[in-house]
């Protein structure tokens, strides 16, 4: 049987609460290893087959939403194409903050990123260093997923 990667309960999706199941990609379609991405209208999803079973989760990274499907699984660990973020889809935290920094969930701040041995880079004053600062790297959030059938379903709003 097909395992579901159990997802802390607190990280359930805005919406998701009594949600319908709708049916999202056939079970040979998604192998171990794999992430794929599925829209439902303008939400779109994430799929991804770890060690520990099936996750769907936002395909939005928490740090500036670009597309996790298109970035790396390694284990449980999705990496993002875009600063770098590697996220933990079993805790749904940020195991790597993006290069450019910004707030943790607790609201501690990350600074930039710097080559080890380097001197921390000056960031030019400004509104896009204020916005990088204070960007949330949120938690993910997840969608109940099941396979019925052969088919992996998920509960999304709407
Ligand atoms: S958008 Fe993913 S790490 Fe920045």
Known sequence: MTEILP???ELLAPGAVGAGYRPA???????????????????????????LGIAAIDDRCPHMSAPLSIGELDGCVVACPLHSGRFDMATGEAVQMPTTGGLRPDGTYEPVWTQPGREPKEDPPGKKTEARRLTRVRRLRYYPVRVADGVVEVAVPG
Do not use: Y
């Open 7 to 9: 997802f802390p309960p």
């Open 25 to 51: 990609i056939r079970l040979a379609g998604l192998p171990p290893g794999a992430l794929h991405r599925v829209s439902f209208g303008d939400l779109d999803v994430l799929l991804a087959h770890t060690p």
